[in-house]
């Protein structure tokens, strides 16, 4: 009964606060006050420039916007701090010098109103780097209040629904997407730096290749046909290849219709890189190099912290094949299975559900997923994968029932995925059939049949290295965020009824 109360009680003084809010709009409009007609406001300085550039700027006039977060003192001088997109610099407004009827326009100035000021740049008794207003314009008036106390609020998902109130109120959030710009700029010049060419490809696909995914599905209107979001760039960047664009990338949003975790978005950002004449090891030291480097000069080390342990990026990684992580964590020795039927039983015996009939090859994967994963901490890469669960990989020339692929992984989980791309057109018309067969037996996430990258691969496609690198989660990691939604700045939420 206590708690329907309290929130009778909330609701009625929000209420109150709302309509006392747009009452102040009211009397500043029937004055001829009205902030929202104001186009323009030219700022001269940031918050952070004045406060680094103190000795310059003392004693001079300076223009600067921003959001009123505090006010103290309403007597005939007051204090207040303005938040920019950079930082907070305190105000002092005095009645002297902005003028009586202005000084009483801006005592009824509600924290969150946006206000632009001009005044001289000086140092308060105690110390403090402040700016003495000589002129302060309402520019945006706030008709919500700003919540009080936003860490307390006990329906987080509320920070990523409103992400526009956590970036005003919570300043770690924004220095996450700060750095988040940063990581994405650094990797763009590591590999422009390198002879990259980043290209853009469709989203809209005709058939959703590239991945083992379910797709978002659409319809065009004119053509009356349906298409798919897509849920990776592969096929078309490898086509790019075959035409002579010899090292390309992209980075953009992908989107796959699953299940959505801390890990996990329905619509996320993934960069892909193609290297002709070179192989998934090469591909191995472009990956370890591009991330311990963007770590370090986004952060000014390899060595990061995510959740309270140390994670050293430094180069050389550990390098594992799955069958020598899988016999160090599980004791299974897949070199030493000859038969689907021992690979389920060996499997069962760990306690891995098996469902329907599985290949000697998925149970080594599904084996590794489930038993080994979690283990790999530090960055690890874990090469040669089944050819079964690689239907876009090229063979082991010595172990053709495995590919040269390698994924990497480290606290955060699974980090890239890499091929020495399969360029055999033949041996790819096989693949896609196998994957058709499963899409047909219900497998939505199996490849579907694609002729044209086919028929590109006949004209002739070099041995190349191909690499995916989830950006999300390497942001993740760099910036010690335990949730994806944590570094999207506006993640999939299911609406509010």
Known sequence: MSENLDA????????EILRIKRAKLLELQENGKDPFKIVKYEVTHSTVYIVENFETLEGQDVSLAGRLMSKRGMGKASFCDLHDREGRLQLYVKVDEVGQEVYEDFKKYDIGDIVGVKGEVFKTHK?????????????????QPLPEKWHGLKDMDLRYRQRYVDLIVNPDVKKTFTIRSKIIK??????????????????????????????????????????????????????????????????????????????????????EV???????????????????????????????????????????????????????????DFDEIHSDEDAERAAKEKKVHIEG????????????????????????????????????????????????????????GEMGNAYSELNDPID??????????????GDEEANMMDEDFITSLEYGMPPTGGLGIGIDRLIMLLTDSSSIRDVLLFPTMKPIK
């Open 8 to 15: 009778n009680q909330e609701a009625q003084n929000l209420n």
């Open 127 to 143: 110390g403090e780097i402040s700016v003495k207003v000589k002129e302060v314009l309402l520019l945006s008036k706030a008709l």
């Open 186 to 271: 650094a990797i763009r010049k590591y590999l422009d730096d390198r002879g990259f060419l980043e290209v853009d490809t469709p989203l809209l696909n005709t058939i959703p290749g590239g991945a083992s995914a379910r797709p978002f599905i659409t319809h065009h209107n004119t053509l009356d046909i349906d298409l798919y979001l897509r849920i990776a760039p592969e096929l078309y960047l490898k086509r790019l290849i075959v035409g002579g664009m010899e090292k390309v990338y992209e980075m953009g949003r992908m989107f796959r219709n699953e299940g959505m975790s801390v890990k996990h978005n329905p619509e996320f950002s993934l960069m």
């Open 274 to 332: 193609y290297e002709a004449y070179t192989d998934y090891r090469g591909m191995m030291d472009l990956t370890e190099g591009l991330i311990s480097k963007v770590a370090e000069e986004v952060l000014g080390t390899m060595k990061v912290v995510y959740q309270g342990q140390e994670i050293d990026l430094t180069p050389p990684w550990d390098r594992m094949s799955m069958i020598e992580a899988v016999k160090k964590y599980t004791g299974i």
């Open 357 to 412: 009939k599985l290949s000697k090859g998925e149970i080594l994967s599904l084996v590794f997923e489930e038993l080994v994963e979690e283990h790999l901490i530090q960055p690890t890469f874990i090469y040669d994968y089944p050819v079964e669960v690689s239907p876009l990989t090229k063979r082991k020339p010595d172990r053709p029932e495995l590919t040269e692929r390698f994924e990497a992984f480290t606290v955060i």
């Open 428 to 441: 790819q018309r096989a693949r896609f059939v196998s994957q058709m067969k499963k899409r047909d037996a």
